[in-house]
T-cell receptor, first 119, second 114 residues
């Protein structure tokens, strides 16, 4: 149990376009979802925390107008990279915490990641 | 900002040898977790150690935690080629809503040579 999926797994887009990445909890209700960004050979950097039905909380230095997060339901959160540029190319990973996930300590369950390449 | 510093940044050993990775952190924590990431893939949770625990085992993994030094170590015994991956420590900070926010260390890239 406690599976998190991401779609797409990879995407290539032209500079200036917007890209939407989906994060779904498949077998539990995700009350909180997290979005991370990981540059090559670097660690995961938390971008934002989102709770279902409320606005996301962004980490310092992350532009909320650039990275739009919508957590409209207990099983889906989306990250939209608006007007993407080459420097936005990265590996984006989501994680989820939730109800009936089988965890006793609010374990975060991670998605497989989405590789974004902006040309 | 990153909470954890890990060393070494890269480690290459022969199959069968033990691998030790270290993690240091800056603030008080509720628990510390270790994750593995194969190249270009998502994270796999390995083990969690609570702030009131000093050592924990899981299979070939042994984790220690020294809260006075704000450091933790991950030992993988009898390493296998399949252990080749990046390993990250993450400290858990509680959010107001009760969820945990994870702050990751820089990671150690482990290579097991056959």
């Amino acid at each position: 149990g406690a599976v998190v999926s991401q779609h797409p797994s990879w995407v290539i887009c032209k500079s200036g376009t917007s890209v939407k990445i989906e994060c779904r909890s498949l077998d539990f209700q995700a009350t909180t979802m997290f979005w991370y960004r990981q540059f090559p050979k670097q660690s995961l950097m938390l971008m934002a925390t989102s709770n279902e039905g409320s606005k996301a909380t962004y980490e310092q230095g992350v532009e909320k107008d650039k990275f739009l997060i919508n957590h409209a339901s207990l099983t889906l959160s989306t990250l939209t990279v608006t007007s993407a540029h080459p420097e936005d190319s990265s590996f984006y990973i989501c994680s989820a915490i939730g109800i009936s996930s089988g965890s006793s300590y609010n374990e975060q369950f991670f998605g497989p990641g989405t590789r974004l390449t902006v040309l | 900002s990153q909470q954890g510093e890990e060393d070494p940044q890269a480690l290459s050993i022969q199959e069968g040898e033990n691998a030790t990775m270290n993690c240091s952190y800056k603030t008080s924590i509720n628990n510390l977790q270790w994750y593995r990431q194969n190249s270009g893939r998502g994270l796999v949770h390995l083990i969690l150690i609570r702030s009131n625990e000093r050592e924990k085992h899981s299979g070939r993994l042994r984790v220690t935690l020294d809260t006075s030094k704000k450091s933790s170590s991950l030992l993988i015994t009898a390493s296998r080629a399949a252990d080749t991956a990046s390993y990250f420590c993450a400290t858990a900070l509680f959010l107001i809503q009760g969820a945990q926010k994870l702050v990751f260390g820089q990671g150690t890239r482990l290579t097991i040579n056959p």
